[in-house]
């Protein structure tokens, strides 16, 4: 089955730590995006990337850091530097950044 | 700067109460606009991708249509299993510009 996996479902972290959550996908999409979902809030795009070994900043990039090595993965790291980390993150991917977008299945992040 | 709201903010139906969700949105020069449906602490699923105004799409009890200002989604005798989050977003023509999501309208259907 082609789609998007995300793992792992919720992680808890402690405050100063670094976090890297996964998001592979076997599309064949060239672009991927990371988004970050808060009650009450649209998703708001942190990094997006439209080929590898290149990516951009979104509109929420700080304390966040992503690498696109591989086609099919893009992780994105949660840094300390993030100052409220807590939150669901979600990642899709799309054949190309003007067409929809498929989502993974999401992480929810909770540092204490 | 391109801005998408929803309303209601969210929305309870009995079973069988045919009801719409808006979209408004401010655009310079709309390339697509994307329904999704997103269930708690799941991922948004894609619905439908309308791209001129005047256009529509079904599925199922679903069909969304497009104006130039706006976007509904309207819901036809609606069951249970509809009740989730409906998301609206829309992307501008520009190369530069990304998608924009609103807010979300939290649809209830109860039997």
């Known amino acids: 089955d082609g789609g998007i996996t995300q793992s792992p479902k919720y992680l808890f972290r402690k405050e100063g730590q670094n976090v890297t959550l996964s998001c592979e996908q076997n599309l064949n999409h060239d672009a991927m995006y990371w988004y970050r979902q808060d009650p009450g809030q649209g998703l708001r795009l942190i990094y997006y990337?439209?080929?590898?070994?290149?990516?951009q900043k979104g509109d929420i990039a700080e304390g966040y850091s992503v690498s696109r090595e591989k086609k099919e993965s893009f992780p994105l790291t949660v840094t300390s530097a993030q100052k409220n980390p807590t939150a669901f993150y979600l990642c899709?991917?799309?054949?190309?950044?003007?067409?929809?977008?498929?989502f993974g299945p999401g992480t929810r992040l909770t540092v204490t | 700067e391109d801005q998408v709201t929803q309303s209601p903010e969210a929305l309870r139906l009995q079973e069988g109460e045919s009801s719409s969700l808006n979209c408004s949105y401010t655009v310079s020069g709309l390339r697509g606009l994307f329904w999704y449906r997103q269930d708690p602490g799941k991922g948004p699923e894609f619905l439908f991708t309308?791209?001129?105004a005047g256009e529509e799409k079904e599925k199922e009890r679903l069909k969304a249509t497009l104006t130039k200002k706006e976007s509904f989604l309207h819901i036809t005798a609606p069951k249970p299993e509809d009740s989730a989050t409906y998301l609206c977003?829309?992307?501008?023509?520009?190369?530069?510009?990304?998608?924009?999501f609103g807010p979300g309208t939290r649809l209830s259907v109860l039997p």
């Open positions: 309308l791209y001129s």
């Open positions: 990337s439209q080929i590898v070994n290149d990516f």
């Open positions: 977003a829309v992307r501008g023509v520009w190369d530069g510009q990304n998608f924009v």
């Open positions: 899709a991917s799309s054949i190309d950044r003007a067409y929809e977008q498929y």
